[in-house]
């Protein structure tokens, strides 16, 4: 299949798998531009990408997946680009229905995985809450908030390149601030294979798993503050509601407490309509 594409792959320590991933992508589309970044790997990953057929970039030390798809995508050629993972679980045969649905008139398409594409009930789970949470920040539905494997047009990627965390959880990151700008973002089932024998997930869970929810909570605060600081105010002010009639029942006097109560409601409802107005102001469109 002839097409201006560049994909960037992402890879550390991933010598068994990188080579089968480079070679299956360029036999399905030759023409490609396969872009490695080697997140300082201690093994033969980028000697065996080179040798696929790859152009390899070498980060001098790891920084992170996300800082390894930020380099590749300023390295890119073509406006649109595929990130997959090195592992070997993403399919290159899943790349064409992406692209048909970027051409459909999206500005990223991401490849959904389904429950049991994903590893361990633990981390579907924790997949399915941050899906739901994201879903409610943005106000559209996120069938894969995690997903690495997208299509995407680089010119667009870059406008929020310097809001991307260095680690696993740039995929939170680029797809709510899609979503909050306005860009159109879709979902297409794809299938995950086993990761290849020897490959190792880089992910942690307990670890990780506090990052992506700081990240959803960054991403809607700097988007869509009212989502966050609204419901707060609502609890507080209803908080100080309630307790002010439990006191005038009870004592028949309105108490210091539900004073503070009523009035942090009041500061927290402001602060979110002024972070809202700057938000606006911040993200205008460019002439």
């Not at 310097?162 to 089932?189: D, Q």
């Not at 990780?208 to 609204?230: A, E, N, V």
């Not at 707060?232 to 009639?245: C, D, E, F, K, T």
Request: with cysteine; charged share 20%; glycine share 10%.
């Amino acid at each position: 299949m002839k097409t201006s594409l560049s994909v960037v792959i992402p890879a550390k320590n991933e010598s068994v798998a990188i080579g089968g991933t480079v070679q299956g992508v360029l036999r399905l589309f030759p023409d490609a531009e396969v872009i490695v970044v080697n997140d300082g790997s201690s093994d033969e990953t980028a000697a065996v990408a080179a040798q696929a057929g790859a152009k390899v970039l070498n980060q001098p030390y790891s920084k992170g997946n996300g800082a390894a798809i930020k380099t590749g995508m300023r390295a890119a050629t073509w406006d649109i680009v595929v990130c997959m993972d090195a592992d070997g679980q993403h399919r290159p045969e899943d790349i064409a229905p992406l692209l048909a649905k970027l051409n459909d008139g999206y500005d990223m398409v991401v490849g959904a995985r389904s429950h049991e594409g994903q590893a361990g009930l633990h981390r579907s789970l924790a997949n399915g809450f941050y899906n739901r949470f994201a879903s409610w920040m943005v106000g559209h539905r996120i069938d894969d908030l995690t997903s690495g494997f997208r299509a995407v047009r680089r010119s667009k990627f870059l406008e929020f390149i310097s809001l991307l965390p260095n680690k696993f959880s740039y995929p939170t990151t680029i797809t709510m601030s899609f979503f909050r700008a306005g860009y159109s973002v879709a979902y297409v089932p794809i299938t995950v294979l086993k990761r290849a024998e020897g490959s190792k997930s880089h992910i942690s869970l307990s670890k990780d798993g506090l990052r992506f929810l700081l990240i959803i909570f960054k991403i809607g605060t700097l988007f869509s503050p009212l989502k966050l600081f609204f419901p707060i105010s609502m609890v507080l002010g209803g908080g100080g509601v309630l307790y002010y009639a439990y006191t005038y029942m009870t004592d028949g006097r309105f108490t210091n407490m539900g004073a503070l109560l009523l009035t942090t409601a009041i500061l927290v409802f402001l602060m979110g309509l002024v972070s809202e107005q700057i938000t606006a102001l911040l993200y205008r469109e460019k002439e």
